[in-house]
């Protein structure tokens, strides 16, 4: 039931470790067994709703909570430029902590490079984003950084700062990580979305026992977002006993007044059969605590909650305390801010994008170690290396 005891490091580490070598028992053993001792609603028996599909994802998930991650970045590209840089952080909304969480990896990484960077925030409008792209290309920086938001809504001004020659580097800017010839972007980092949208997905199935009912969270004005959305609705319905109860569309700047109305309104509806939650930011859940709260919700559910991104700190802090929040697959923020200083200085070097994309991850009370962040080991030392050399 989640109900996590606060524990030392090492109680952690001893706990995790023996949910993760009994669970990979039990699918080798069984194929389907319901429950771990990590999971929200597992027991020892029952028979899954979807017994292929609820093994496939118990084995998926367990692999996601491994916490010995090695880096597995580039090891090698070009020295760090000389000379001082400008990169001017083109921010959807710094409300969103995603977007928030990258642009100060971004500045933590220019420190140790020597550049400068400067953040605008769009204010999470299309006039905004828009006054603030056109600001960012009349400061003639050397690079900028599009964060979290779709390119194509600012297309003069993207196009401007095309004939400019001022590389353009997206944060969750597209669907696909990688270089992008319209809109034209030296590379766009993120977590691959069909990934991240699996892996949640399976969480649910995992933890459920392929018997769920669910509600999605999603931002429909964001291209990146349905798209991540859309795919956790495609993995839920490999399971017949999950159900879609509803896909609520509410816009990111508009989380704070509406969450709490809407989720309201859920409990309302659905007051036993909505189980679990995916949501494709995990601000959602902050803005959701109250309504929860005032229904007299227990903050270790159900419903069983999950964030497919961004992994900020609240996010960690409700899970480790238990505030209506069980699990986030999150972005390794910092590591990506350093990614896009990386990337712009092969920009700068004529040389192509690294392709490299992070791995998706999973973080819950049982294996954050009371974190508020999860990044691959190593990272810093292998960004250094290569800039230093």
């Known amino acids: 039931m989640h109900h996590h005891r606060k524990a030392n490091a090492g109680a952690h580490k001893a706990r995790y470790a023996a949910t993760v070598l009994l669970t990979a028992t039990a699918v080798l053993l069984t194929g389907c067994e319901r429950g771990s001792s990590g999971d929200p609603e597992g027991d020892a028996s029952g028979t899954s709703g979807c017994p292929e599909a609820h093994a496939e994802a118990r084995a998926a998930v367990g692999r996601a909570e491994r916490t010995d991650v ?59 984003i828009q006054a603030a792209m056109s600001e960012a290309v009349a400061l003639r920086p050397s690079g900028i950084v599009i964060g979290g938001f779709d390119p194509t809504a600012t297309s003069q001004q993207v196009a401007r700062a095309d004939e400019a020659g001022i590389p353009l580097i997206g944060w969750h800017a597209v669907a696909a990580p990688g270089p992008s010839r319209q809109p034209p972007l030296f590379t766009n980092i993120t977590t691959r979305v069909e990934n991240v949208a699996r892996i949640s997905a399976q969480w649910v199935i995992s933890t459920s026992n392929g018997d769920a009912g669910v509600v999605v969270f999603t931002d429909a004005s964001i291209p990146f977002a349905k798209n991540k959305s859309d795919l956790i609705r495609k993995e839920l319905a490999t399971c017949a006993g999950v159900r879609l109860l509803s896909y609520e569309n509410i816009p990111i700047p508009d989380a704070s007044s509406r969450t709490p109305r809407e989720v309201s309104s859920l409990l309302s509806r659905f007051p036993d059969r909505w189980t679990h939650s995916v949501a494709i930011n995990d601000l959602y859940f902050a803005d959701a605590a109250p309504a929860f709260r005032a229904a007299g919700k227990e903050g270790s559910g159900p419903p069983f909650n999950i964030g497919a991104g961004d992994g900020d700190p609240s996010a960690f802090q409700r899970i480790n305390n238990e505030q209506y929040q069980a699990a986030t697959v999150p972005e390794p923020l910092t590591l990506q801010g350093w990614q896009i200083v990386d990337e712009f200085n092969r920009a700068f070097s004529d040389r192509p994008a690294s392709g490299y994309v992070a791995p998706v991850h999973i973080s819950t009370a049982d294996n954050s170690e009371d974190a508020t962040s999860w990044n691959p080991s190593g990272y810093q030392e292998g960004y250094r290396k290569i800039w230093d050399r």
């Not at 977007?99 to 550049?115: D, K, Q, T």
């Open 70 to 128: 090695p880096w597995n970045g580039p090891t090698t590209g070009p020295a760090a430029v000389a000379g001082s840089r400008t990169i001017v952080y083109v921010a959807q909304t710094m409300t969103n902590p995603g977007v928030a969480g990258a642009a100060e990896g971004v500045r933590e990484a220019a420190r140790v490079i020597g550049w400068n960077v400067r953040v605008i925030d769009g204010g999470g409008t299309p006039a905004g």
